[in-house]
């Protein structure tokens, strides 16, 4: 017990914005495995075993995205508990407009153009796709956070706000690489259309 407290200390204590940074990526990461599943489940009906099967440069680069959005979070979740103490209900109220009119565009607008940077796309490039995607990730972003945000508000500790968030990002990040990704599967599986397709 003494053990995984000190460690507890040390993750959640001192060290939070490393814990929040490092299970950024991680979490980015895994996201974008699940999703390669998914797309490799449609496209090859799961019959093709070989060791190609995932792009580990595409889940890197998901990584480093994550990485550099953690701190980013770390940073954001404290200024809001320090801009708007409390947990009543209009003040979680506050919160989730804040979150979602700025910090929410500002994750999208960041994925997008640093994903498409890595990818070796121009900022141009990155940016046509940005635009070309950005509605449809907002709008489901409005539809899953807010709700989600209402619980990290209402009944999370502050101390653990960005790995509650972190946790659940990775069903968030299995979307975020589909929006990133379904076109390119598209051009090549263009059959596989209205199985991937995904309602907003």
């Not at 040390?10 to 979490?27: D, E, H, P, Q």
């Not at 103490?85 to 960041?110: E, H, R």
């Not at 508000?153 to 509650?164: A, E, G, I, Q």
């Amino acid at each position: 017990m003494a053990v995984i407290s000190k460690l507890k200390g040390i993750l959640f204590g001192r060290y939070l914005w490393v814990t929040n940074t490092a299970s950024g990526g991680i979490l980015l990461a895994a996201g974008d495995l699940i999703q390669q599943t998914i797309e490799h489940s449609k496209t090859s009906g799961g019959k093709n075993k070989n060791k190609e099967r995932y792009d580990w440069k595409r889940s890197g680069r998901m990584m480093a995205i994550g990485l550099t959005l953690g701190l980013p979070h770390h940073f954001w979740y404290k200024f809001l508990d320090r801009a708007i103490p409390g947990a009543s209900l209009l003040c979680v109220g506050k919160k989730i407009l804040l979150d979602q009119t700025i910090f929410s565009p500002f994750n999208n607008v960041s994925f997008f153009m640093g994903a498409g940077l890595l990818e070796g796309s121009t900022t141009r490039q990155a940016w046509d796709e940005l635009k070309s995607k950005f509605l449809m990730v907002y709008k489901t972003d409005c539809s899953v956070w807010p709700p989600a945000q209402f619980i990290n508000f209402f009944y999370v500790s502050p101390v653990y706000r960005v790995l509650y968030v972190n946790v659940l990002t990775v069903g968030w990040n299995v979307f975020l690489s589909y929006a990133k990704y379904f076109d390119k599967a598209n051009i090549r599986v263009e059959s596989d259309l209205p199985a991937i397709a995904m309602p907003l």
